[in-house]
Nanobody, 125 residues
Framework: QVQLVESGGGLVQPGGSLRVSCAASGFRLDTYAVGWFRQAPGKEREGVANINAVDGSTDYAGSVKGRFTISSDNAENTVTLQMNSLKPEDTAVYYC??????????????????WGQGIQVTVSS
């Protein structure tokens, strides 16, 4: 069974850090592009970051560049999003997704064909 499972979300104060991870079962993540998306209440799902399987390059949305880092651990078959200097506007449900082509571009939901169930990240004092 092909599955993605997110973990590590929660509540953090503004300026704090949080790490969310995406674990795959039933397939190898290192052959897929993996993207992180988020969706806040009343807003569309937006791409946050991705890492592609072709050359390992990464890309970030402008709103998170310099604060978030995406990385992969092939031994653990996971992809992690490290989030620093968090802001209240980062509050959303975060989803990981995989693209079988390995490219992951463009960083929009339609590019990705396997999704996790999502995990809540709340930035609030």
């Amino acid at each position: 069974q092909v599955q993605l499972v997110e973990s590590g979300g929660g509540l953090v104060q503004p300026g704090g850090s949080l790490r969310v991870s995406c674990a795959a079962s039933g397939f190898r993540l290192d052959t897929y592009a993996v993207g992180w998306f988020r969706q806040a209440p009343g807003k569309e799902r937006e791409g946050v970051a991705n890492i592609n399987a072709v050359d390992g390059s990464t890309d970030y949305a402008g709103s998170v560049k310099g604060r978030f880092t995406i990385s992969s651990d092939n031994a653990e078959n996971t992809v992690t999003l490290q989030m620093n200097s968090l802001k209240p506007e980062d509050t959303a449900v975060y989803y990981c997704a995989a693209d079988a082509t390995g490219w992951g571009y463009p960083l929009i939901p339609a590019t990705y064909d396997t999704w996790g169930q999502g995990i809540q990240v709340t930035v609030s004092s």
